[in-house]
């Protein structure tokens, strides 16, 4: 049981890693398009409309998508005083515990509420409403579902961590990796 535990939560983790690595490129993407809009704007005098809805929904994507590999690094916010002073099975409970009480209903509320929005959004093939906006902004709408699932994912795994570390059970490099 403890071995299948382990499978699952390293499977979660490289899933989410793999995802990382790619949004990663997202976010070089993002930078070459706000240069494009940066010199078209004090170059050339101009801007469009696309462009800057483009900046938006990329931004959007990375955020939400890298939402999952943000955690899974720990690279969340964390203002705690209590858990830098608490040992690996203090920080292991407190893990567990925010998992279990805060992230997965937290993550059920934002999927189980999105998920309408996104399909009404799918379904209507919805577009930007401005003239010259991208036309297919149910694509980014559909990036919050997907990202709430990945980091409700990377929170289980998290959680499994936890249980295991509570359990005193280490997971080797291959099994986090």
């Known amino acids: 049981m403890l071995n299948w535990l382990k499978g699952v939560s390293g499977a979660i983790d490289r899933s989410n890693e793999a995802v990382g690595r790619m949004v990663s490129w997202v ?9 494009v809009d940066v010199v078209m704007r004090y170059l050339f005098r101009t801007s469009f409309v696309f462009t800057q809805e483009l900046e938006w929904h990329l931004f959007a994507f990375i955020f939400l998508i890298g939402a999952g590999y943000t955690l899974l690094h720990d690279g969340h916010v964390r203002v705690d005083i209590i858990y830098q002073r608490l040992g690996t099975k203090g920080r292991a409970w407190i893990n567990l515990i925010g998992v279990i009480f805060f992230l997965i209903p937290g993550c059920y509320l934002v999927i189980s509420t999105s998920w309408k929005f996104v399909g009404n959004s799918f ?5 930007s409403p401005d003239p010259g906006g991208i036309p297919y902004r149910f694509i980014v709408k559909g990036t919050m579902t997907v990202g709430y699932i990945l980091l409700l994912l990377q929170g289980i795994s998290m959680g499994l961590h936890a249980l295991l570390q509570i359990l005193g059970v280490e997971m080797d490099e291959e099994e986090k990796a």
């Open 123 to 127: 379904s209507m093939m919805e577009g």
């Open 27 to 35: 976010t070089l993407l993002l930078v070459l398009v706000v240069f």
